[in-house]
């Protein structure tokens, strides 16, 4: 996930919610020029990314060209798609419990994972 937003409570939150989630949580300075935001988005190819509300067109047109999967948006007082998205979701102990029933690869141990046994 790459995140171009003010620093907040919110951006806090979305923070320890990347490290909760075990999501890869990439910050860039708001202060990057939208060439400068294409750049990190190429190289790191993220999933999502996370930007103030002021720059979603920019945002959403760099997604469009380097194939990321969505576009959110977070302002400093924790108001945007991100929060709305959020506040419509189920409770992240539901999800928690959910993915405990699925099947492997997802909860596999990484020694299965790669074809070597375990000690």
């Known amino acids: 996930m790459t995140v171009q937003v003010s620093k907040s409570l919110a951006n806090v939150a979305l ?4 490290l909760k989630l ?12 939208p060439a400068e935001l294409e750049f990190f988005v190429s190289d790191a190819e993220p999933a999502l990314i996370v ?3 002021a720059v979603q067109g920019i945002a959403e047109a760099i997604a469009a060209r380097n194939g990321v ?13 991100l929060s709305a998205m959020a506040a419509s979701s189920p409770p992240l102990r ?19 994972q790669v074809g070597r046994k375990e000690r």
Do not use: C, H, W
Not at 22 to 33: F, R, S
Not at 69 to 81: I, P, Q
Not at 94 to 99: N, Q, T, V
């Open 15 to 18: 923070y320890l919610g990347a």
């Open 94 to 112: 539901e999800i928690a419990l959910k993915a405990r029933t699925m099947s492997p690869p997802f909860f596999t141990p990484r020694a299965q």
């Open 22 to 33: 075990g999501v890869v949580y990439q910050p860039l300075n708001t202060a990057y020029t």
């Open 51 to 53: 930007a103030d509300p």
């Open 69 to 81: 999967a969505s576009v959110a948006t977070l302002d400093a007082e924790g108001v945007g798609s």
